[in-house]
């Protein structure tokens, strides 16, 4: 059994019994029903790592020796819901307490062909940490608290290893995901230099990332990208010429890791959309080539797309030419320009000008334009496109006198552009 070929190792282990997850009624509640004869349940992955590791744990992942239809069975006994989501390899997803947990029943892969794999159920605990990624995603808890280690992940938790379970090559070749996943865990958890035979493997295989879906890429990159350690991460995938087939194109590294140097001297929260801007986008068609190839939303696609900054962001712009942009932009795409400006000029991270730009709108609201297409109409001298194009071309005019002309003023203004262009017939 495994607990006994670990159990020289499990002594040495701490316990999680004082955790504040396992804890939570919404975790307890989940435990509680999966309770039957013969059933064992433990929290797995993440959640243990992350706990050993004394850092917060949002999600928790169960696995739990009863097969999915029974696991569907308990939950719904014990008044929780249960959603089949991958039934077919195992997860069932419980929801209740506010809370959900994926439970996926222990199981060795079979076949594996990318994230499809055959499986086979069973009750073995080392069986179903082999199938696992890394060891230092390996780990169990039982509700109790007592950490199982079947593979001894907790070493490398502390020693800050990732490793693959088994042959590195082997395990990528079942899943080329576990390539991105093998930068983004370093990023998260790694200490030194990266597994050699983990790196060595990535990189003779790269060419399989060509093989993933959209989505699991997107899904891997985001999360890397907002790692402790993504610029490491990414200097990585670069130097060992990963990178390139990841974005589907060239990177430029400088921008990056200066974007990322002055979100961190500015207090800033990272943002994996504006980290990609930085790192790829520096003509506009390589926003929507980006939006299209990681299936982007067109929020993500419009911070990607101020990547390719303007001639009006080329150096520091007075306070003129960044209120105009605050009042054109609005305060979100406003502050990422300005990020991604401040990162591609050689100003320091914390440079007091640059500072005073991206705070602007904490101290200055852009006022309102003062004329509506109403007011243009009730002069009696405005139909159809007219309107349009006068209040834009008053609006210009407005902007570039500070947003100072009176209402009235601009009016008048109107009416006399009116009387000065000729009218065509109506
Ligand atoms: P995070 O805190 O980032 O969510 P996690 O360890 O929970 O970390 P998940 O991607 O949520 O990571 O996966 C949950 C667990 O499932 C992992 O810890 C790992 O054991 C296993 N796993 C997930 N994806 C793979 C994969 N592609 N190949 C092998 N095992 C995987
Ligand atoms: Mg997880």
Do not use: C
């Amino acid at each position: 059994m495994a607990e006994t070929s670990s159990s020289a190792r499990t002594r040495a282990l701490p316990s999680l019994e004082d955790a504040e997850w396992l804890r939570r009624p919404a975790t307890v509640r989940v435990f509680e029903a999966l309770e039957a004869p013969g059933v064992e349940t433990r929290a797995v992955g993440g959640a243990v790592r992350d706990a050993l590791l004394g850092r917060a744990v949002r999600e928790v992942d169960l696995a739990t020796t009863a097969k999915p239809d029974k696991v569907m069975t308990l939950a719904r006994k014990g008044g929780l819901k249960a959603i089949p989501t991958g039934i077919e390899h195992g997860t069932v997803t419980i929801v209740g307490g506010g809370a959900s947990f994926e439970v996926t029943t222990l199981r060795r892969d079979v076949e594996t062909f990318g994230r499809h794999a055959t499986v086979a159920f069973t009750e073995d605990w080392e069986e179903d940490a082999r199938r696992r990624d890394f060891t230092l995603n390996a780990l169990y808890a039982g509700r109790d608290g007592t950490v199982f280690d079947p593979l001894g992940g907790y070493e490398d938790v502390v020693a800050g290893r990732v490793r693959f379970i088994g042959d590195a090559e082997a395990r990528i070749k079942e899943d080329y995901l576990r390539i991105l996943r093998f930068f983004r865990f370093n990023a998260y958890y790694g200490k030194g230099s990266y597994d050699t035979e983990g790196l060595a493997a990535s990189v003779r295989l790269r060419d399989g990332l060509g093989r993933l879906s959209a989505e699991r890429i997107k899904a891997e990159l985001w999360r890397l990208l907002l790692a402790p350690g993504a610029t490491t991460a990414i200097e990585a995938l670069f130097d060992y010429g990963l990178l390139p087939g990841v974005l589907g194109g060239a990177p430029r590294l400088d921008r990056f890791n200066r974007l990322v140097e002055i979100e961190r001297a500015q207090g800033l929260a990272p943002d994996a959309a504006r980290r990609i801007a930085a790192l790829a986008v520096f003509v506009q068609e390589a926003a929507p080539r980006l939006a299209a190839r990681f299936r982007l939303s067109n929020a993500e696609q419009a911070v990607l797309a101020l990547g390719a900054i303007g001639p009006d962001m080329l150096s520091l712009p007075d306070e003129n030419a960044a209120k105009r942009l605050l009042y054109r932009r609005g305060t979100d795409d406003f502050r990422d320009s300005v990020l991604l400006a401040w990162a591609g000029s050689d100003a320091a991270a914390d440079d007091a000008d640059w500072r005073a730009v991206l705070t602007l709108p904490e101290h200055w609201q852009a006022p309102v334009f003062p004329l509506r297409g109403a007011d243009l109409v009730e002069t009696g001298e405005f139909h159809g496109p007219e309107i349009g194009d006068t209040l834009r071309h008053l609006e210009a005019e407005w902007i570039d006198g500070g947003f100072a002309t009176p209402r009235d003023e601009l009016l008048a203004r109107a009416v006399a552009l009116s009387r000065k262009s000729p009218k065509p017939n109506r």
